[in-house]
């Protein structure tokens, strides 16, 4: 059973589009958080959302936590082919950091 | 942020041998993680390492297949032992701090069992 459920699987757009990710679950979490990893690579932190509610912005990522801090959002705009990557997002069932689950991961892929 | 390493960045191996991944941390960290992640998939957390107690492995995650070692605040191993082709993937290290959410990982160590 899979306690993080991320939608969509795959996604291929062409450069210049807006595209939203959501990650989902039935738990509560006391933080999530987003990564992206490109191939050969480990996984690289792109925010931590802690608040219900709470929005982050980083440059043209838009991240949001759902109110019951059970879901998550990920909006680009106007994306570029240096997006492409896999895009996770993590919450942690314990506190500051000590138990993350992952979820399967949207594959995206930027065409120029 | 952390910068970590890790060694072998990849290796292939043959069935019933055993392989021991190293990760370095440039600064001292309280909490060490290691995660598998098959081909295709996403991560799942193999086991917590604190230095100074014993490793915390997850569910389906055994000592005896996946001994830890935790000597210090900058360095962990992970050993895959008695390996078979299922245990083929990438290992990952990442690092976290007592009181912070963040979590950094490491390139990681693909393996290859034939």
């Known amino acids: 059973t899979q306690l993080l459920e991320q939608s969509p699987q795959f996604l291929s757009i062409q450069e210049g589009e807006n595209l939203t990710v959501y990650c989902n679950s039935s738990s509560v979490f006391s933080s999530l958080q987003w990564y992206r990893q490109e191939p050969g690579e480990g996984p690289v932190l792109l925010v931590t959302v802690v608040t219900g509610g709470e929005v982050k912005k980083l440059k043209r990522l838009t991240f949001q936590f759902g109110d019951a801090r059970k879901d998550s959002s990920l909006h680009i705009t106007a994306a570029q082919p240096g997006d492409t990557g896999l895009y996770l997002c993590?919450?942690?069932?314990?506190?500051?950091?000590?138990?993350?689950?992952f979820g399967p991961g949207t594959r995206l892929s930027v065409l120029p | 942020s952390a910068v970590i390493s890790q060694k072998p960045s990849r290796d292939i191996c043959q069935r019933g041998t055993s392989l021991t991944i190293q990760c370095q941390v440039d600064s001292q960290v309280t909490m060490m993680f290691w995660y598998r992640q098959q081909p295709g998939q996403s991560l799942t957390l193999i086991a917590t390492?604190?230095?100074?107690?014993?490793?915390?492995?997850e569910s389906g995650f055994v000592i005896d297949k996946f001994p830890i070692s935790r000597p210090n605040l900058t360095f962990s191993t992970l050993t895959v032992s008695n390996m078979s082709p299922e245990d083929s993937s990438i290992y990952l290290c990442s690092v976290g701090a007592s009181g912070r959410y963040e979590q950094y990982f490491g390139p990681g160590t693909r393996l290859t069992v034939t």
């Open positions: 993590a919450g942690d069932r314990g506190w500051y950091g000590q138990n993350f689950v």
């Open positions: 390492a604190n230095q100074g107690s014993e490793a915390t492995y």
